[in-house]
């Protein structure tokens, strides 16, 4: 059973910074191909922030967080970063990592929120 565990979520004043990180706790077969971080205000859909591919650390960005935010991992630690840099209130959410099996291909795919079959929690940014 594969399980995805968020932390690293507070709360900031705009112009802080925060790292979340994701550790996937491998099942019988830990062979993810793509990690992302998404995130969810209320009222509104789930959202992708930025993807990682494993094998190539191919990096993926949405266009509101290009510049601030930074996607990375350590694969001994099973563990994907999102280290966010000049927070703003409308970054306020919960964030979720989500592992894909398959690789992706363009921006538009790795984040997409039906491309990912695995998800953690959440972890929840607030921004004031």
């Known amino acids: 059973h594969v399980q995805l565990v968020e932390s690293g979520g507070g709360s900031v004043q705009a112009g802080g910074s925060l790292r979340l990180s994701c550790v996937e706790e491998p099942g019988y077969n830990y062979n993810p191909k793509a990690i992302a971080w998404f995130r969810q205000a209320p009222g509104n859909e789930r959202e992708g922030v930025a993807s990682?591919?494993?094998?190539?650390?191919?990096?993926y960005y949405a266009d509101s967080v290009r510049g601030r935010f930074t996607i990375s991992q350590d694969t001994a630690k099973h563990t994907v970063y999102l280290q966010m840099n000049d927070l703003k209130p409308e970054d306020s959410a919960m964030y979720y990592c989500?592992?894909?099996?398959?690789?992706?291909?363009?921006?538009?795919?790795?984040?997409?929120?039906?491309?990912?079959?695995?998800w953690g929690q959440g972890t929840q940014v607030t921004v004031s």
């Open positions: 989500a592992r894909s099996l398959f690789p992706k291909k363009s921006a538009t795919q790795a984040l997409t929120v039906g491309e990912y079959a695995i």
């Open positions: 990682i591919t494993i094998a190539d650390s191919t990096t």
